[in-house]
């Protein structure tokens, strides 16, 4: 059974740094396009960042680039988050996401219709 279980969350101040883990058991990343989104209250859940585990090839949206950094640790089977310079806005429960094996993220990477499997996301806070 696919599982992806994050961890990582945490409450900072604006300016400091977390760093999420998004670990799959059950099978192993190949080839496929692995999300970092986020749900603030009373809002859409959002693409943050993406990364292709064929390629290494990353995406992230707007607000987040400079600051944000995604990668893969393949040994470890973990995809994580680096998140720097927090702002009391990205504020959030934060989920990751895997799609099915494809050809890559595309524009895809952003539409939560297009993930697979979901982990039970973390909860970042931010205070100013």
């Known amino acids: 059974q696919v599982q992806l279980v994050e961890s990582g969350g945490g409450s900072v101040q604006a300016g400091g740094s977390l760093r999420l883990s998004c670990a799959a058991s059950g099978y192993t990343y190949n080839n496929q396009c692995v999300g970092w989104f986020r749900q603030a209250p009373g809002k859409e859940r959002e693409g943050v960042a993406a990364i292709y585990t064929g390629d290494g090839s990353t995406y992230y949206t707007d607000s987040v680039k400079g600051r944000f950094t995604i990668s893969l640790d393949n040994a470890k089977n973990t995809v994580y988050l680096e998140m720097n310079s927090l702002k009391p806005e990205d504020t959030a429960m934060y989920y990751c996401?895997?799609?099915?094996?494809?050809?890559?993220?595309?524009?895809?990477?952003?539409?939560?219709?297009?993930?697979?499997?979901w982990g039970q996301g973390t909860q970042v806070t931010v205070s100013s």
């Open positions: 996401a895997a799609r099915l094996p494809a050809l890559g993220c595309l524009s895809l990477w952003y539409w939560t219709y297009a993930y697979d499997y």
